[in-house]
């Protein structure tokens, strides 16, 4: 399935369901591509909170300034921000230059956030080993909550990952336990 295969949704009829099902929802989750590339993200948060709920964003953290304004007008319940590898290695990501001063701009945003926060990073083995979890862990140093996720190579943009092997439960565990060391707490998924 590709993005074209859904159809997209006006806000408006977007807001009604969601009205509609109040009851039995308390929340949404926000999530991309990167939703804060979205000019309209801030007004369609507003008309969220107006509904009274409870709103989580996941983004990959490279416009502080949009969390930053976010945070300030406090449209965000929790926060996640994805941390694909070691900054200096985000050019391996894409097909531009990235300015991975906003990714280090909003950890330091998130990390005295007052609202729930958690960084995540996947651990795809092209991109993260022992080492790079240090040099992440540097990065997190006292973050209250750093997520280690299996990679799933089927779910990969990136047609030769896809065929990729994942990383054994036991060297998850072993990245977990080295990520200790700079954060309040650390939780592994999908192993």
Wanted: proline residues 6%.
């Amino acid at each position: 399935m590709s993005p074209d295969d859904f159809p997209d949704i006006p806000i408006d009829e977007l807001l009604a369901d969601l009205k509609k099902r109040k009851r039995f929802i308390d929340g949404v989750v926000i999530s991309g591509g990167e939703p804060t590339l979205d000019t309209g993200l801030p007004a369609f948060l507003r008309q969220l909170k107006q509904l009274n709920l409870q709103v989580k964003l996941d983004s990959n953290g490279l416009l502080p300034q949009v969390i930053e304004g976010l945070l300030d007008e406090r449209l965000l319940d929790y926060l996640a921000i994805d941390i694909k590898t070691v900054p200096q290695r985000y050019s391996e990501l894409h097909t531009q230059p990235v300015a991975t001063a906003g990714l280090l701009r909003t950890i330091e945003l998130a990390k005295t956030a007052s609202i729930e926060v958690e960084f995540r990073t996947t651990c795809v083995p092209q991109l993260i080993d022992r080492q790079e979890i240090a040099e992440i862990g540097s990065l997190l140093r006292g973050a209250p909550l750093w997520v280690l996720q299996q990679f799933v190579p089927e779910h990969s943009l990136v047609v030769d990952w896809q065929q990729s092997p994942t990383y054994a439960a036991t060297r998850l565990e072993e990245f977990s336990q080295l990520a200790e060391e700079y954060v309040g707490r650390v939780v592994t998924r999908g192993i």
